[in-house]
């Protein structure tokens, strides 16, 4: 060992190892191995400044491909996002119409869940892009689950469609040979006899006392009635068709029905007659879809040419069989 020190012996004439105390020796020991111990920290701290360990290359690496990994994760959800909105409009603006049905809401669907649900993800690698992308998938989730709500309601209206199209009132009330004058039409129009523009709710037929008057579409009697004897619609029957469908027919001669009866389409119902506020034998028919009267005409079936069609229409504006009030 080089720390051992020799002296010379003038006795035996020899250099002779003196010996330390046992102490002393591992204090030395460790004094040298702290020493040793400080170096080495101190050239792996230059070291690892200078240059990235093979590890901390490796993790800087995958830290990397993470990130590129979010990115396309955020291509893909907001392409997602787009074909659930595309899906969404076409059945705002083009299923749902079909079906007549209104815009689908639920409520609060669109109210984002409160922070405190991402709460795990906070402590993540990249948390705010994890939960960013989150979010999004959330907000998708709740998107389709509206788009199968209204998938699952236009099932059920696909499946009633063949009663909603008997419950449409599509044929003439009166045999059209029966017709015996020009139609008077839906609408304002000018009154001849008050000289001011006054609404007519439905249309009218002028034909003959006791010719039939049929049911337009299947439906329910909702109600008869006698009425006044020189003012209103006189003796009329109203039958409610469903989803939102009723026709009236007034100032009728004869009623067959009575409230509450199921009648088919093309069922006499009654006859033409002159009863309540008439000027002649005519048939007033209105279509009230949703509580409000809409123009008859535009729910016949066109089994006409248009050019007939129009002019029926034109002379229609120009004719009224009824005291109007
Ligand atoms: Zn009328």
Redesign the pocket.
Known sequence: MKDKEYRFNHETLKFEAVKRPLRLRIYRLMRKGIFVIIVVCIINLIFSFVFHTPKMKRLARENEDILKKYEVLDDRISEAERRIEAMHERDIYVYRPLFGADTLTVDGIYTPYPDSVYDDLKDAPNSERLISAWKSIDQATRSLYLQSLSLDELQKLASDKERMATAMPAIWPIDRRNLRNNL?SYGRRFHPIYKRYIM?A???MPADIGDPVYATANGVVESTSIGLRRRGYGQQILIDHGFGYKTRY?HLSRIDVKPGQQVLRGEQIGCVGNTGGSTGPHL?YEVIYRGRTVNPVNYFRRDMSPEDFEHIIQAARETT??VME
Request: aromatic share 12%.
């Open positions: 008077s007519h439905g249309l009218d007034a007033h069989y009824e």
